[in-house]
T-cell receptor
Framework: AQSVTQLDSQVPVFEEAPVELRCNYSSSVSVYLFWYVQYPNQGLQLLLKYLSGSTLVKGINGFEAEFNKSQTSFHLRKPSVHISDTAEYFCAAMDSNYQLIWGAGTKLIIKP | DVKVTQSSRYLVKRTGEKVFLECVQDMDHENMFWYRQDPGLGLRLIYFSYDVKMKEKGDIPEGYSVSREKKERFSLILESASTNQTSMYLC?????????????FGQGTRLTVV
């Protein structure tokens, strides 16, 4: 079955600390992968995407993600988080019918 | 700047009412989607449309219908609202052209059915 799994529903982290949000996808989906962010009471906006090429993808707001085909992972990282990064983060993969398959989301909680 | 606009940010409706949620995009995208977002469940696809007058059921279409009479507008209809349809509803559009693949979302409509 096609699926995207975000292993953590919440990740608490201190301000200025590094963070990693984990995402794994089933091998049956395509390798077009995305991370979206949802700030409180907002819609979703694209952070970054992997379609092909370099496995390290840089996005907005200092985030980056690494595509790892052997581990079927696409983890999101930031070296130093700020209070403004408080949001919910969604990983998604595109299937062969151009549909997006979504993970359940991870809430990033920044502790002062 | 690209935009997907949902007609309402917040709605309160009574059980049994017919509810219309409107979504308009200005990017000439072929594909439009309606999602429902509930805590811990992520985004669940209700319906999508890949062309005018075309519609496809998503994962949870029961209790909903859609209309796409014009390319830029995709409406979600709750035929008879029920309390279990209280949720955040998100509209999205995208074009499947590789290299430009990105879904654009509206701000969301938080619907409460009482």
């Amino acid at each position: 079955a096609q699926s995207v799994t975000q292993l953590d529903s919440q990740v608490p982290v201190f301000e200025e600390a590094p963070v990693e949000l984990r995402c794994n996808y089933s091998s049956s989906v395509s390798v077009y992968l995305f991370w979206y962010v949802q700030y409180p009471n907002q819609g979703l906006q694209l952070l970054l995407k992997y379609l092909s090429g370099s496995t390290l993808v840089k996005g907005i707001n200092g985030f980056e993600a690494e595509f790892n085909k052997s581990q079927t992972s696409f983890h999101l990282r930031k070296p130093s988080v700020h209070i403004s990064d408080t949001a919910e983060y969604f990983c998604a993969a595109m299937d062969s019918n151009y549909q997006l398959i979504w993970g359940a989301g991870t809430k990033l909680i920044i502790k002062p | 700047d690209v935009k997907v606009t949902q007609s309402s940010r917040y709605l309160v409706k009574r059980t049994g009412e017919k509810v219309f949620l409107e979504c308009v995009q200005d990017m000439d995208h072929e594909n439009m989607f309606w999602y429902r977002q509930d805590p811990g469940l992520g985004l669940r696809l209700i319906y999508f449309s890949y062309d005018v007058k075309m519609k496809e059921k998503g994962d949870i279409p029961e209790g909903y219908s859609v209309s796409r009479e014009k390319k830029e507008r995709f409406s979600l209809i709750l035929e008879s609202a029920s309390t279990n349809q209280t949720s955040m509803y998100l509209c999205a559009s995208w074009s499947p052209v590789l290299g430009y693949t990105e879904a654009f979302f509206g701000q969301g409509t938080r619907l409460t059915v009482v």
